[in-house]
């Protein structure tokens, strides 16, 4: 089992730059695959980018381009790197993970995740 915590959300004016991290307990980290969705207010949770174990990445594509999804096992942290943010980024973030003995797959469906953060609120301002 895994815990997830996020950090790294605030106010950015359009244009600007966050990078979210997301912090895993737990000595396992390394066998997780990771992913990011948000969820703005009165909107459906949606899928943002995700990450293998083997570094294979997906996007949305209402963030390609633009966002970046890495990983650091010695940390145990995930991260989220957004630049050229727009208001329509506008939403809490979430981290979640599921451990996974297929290094190369991705994860991009709310249901594949068993683990989650609690949230980060991002708010891009125009």
């Known amino acids: 089992q895994v815990q997830l915590v996020e950090s790294g959300g605030g106010l950015v004016q359009a244009g600007g730059s966050l990078r979210l991290s997301c912090a895993a307990s737990g000595r396992t980290f390394s066998n997780y695959a990771m992913g990011w969705f948000r969820q703005a207010p009165g909107k459906e949770r949606e899928f943002v980018a995700a990450?293998?174990?083997?570094?294979?990445?997906y996007y949305a594509d209402s963030v390609k381009g633009r966002f970046t999804i890495s990983r650091d096992n010695a940390k145990n942290t995930v991260y989220l790197q957004m630049n050229s943010l727009k208001p329509e980024d506008t939403a809490v973030y979430y981290c979640?993970?599921?451990?996974?003995?297929?290094?190369?797959?991705?994860?991009?469906?709310?249901?594949?995740?068993?683990?989650w953060g609690q949230g980060t609120q991002v708010t891009v301002s125009s």
């Open positions: 990450l293998s174990l083997a570094g294979n990445k």
């Open positions: 979640a993970a599921r451990s996974t003995y297929n290094s190369g797959r991705y994860y991009i469906s709310l249901n594949d995740y068993p683990y």
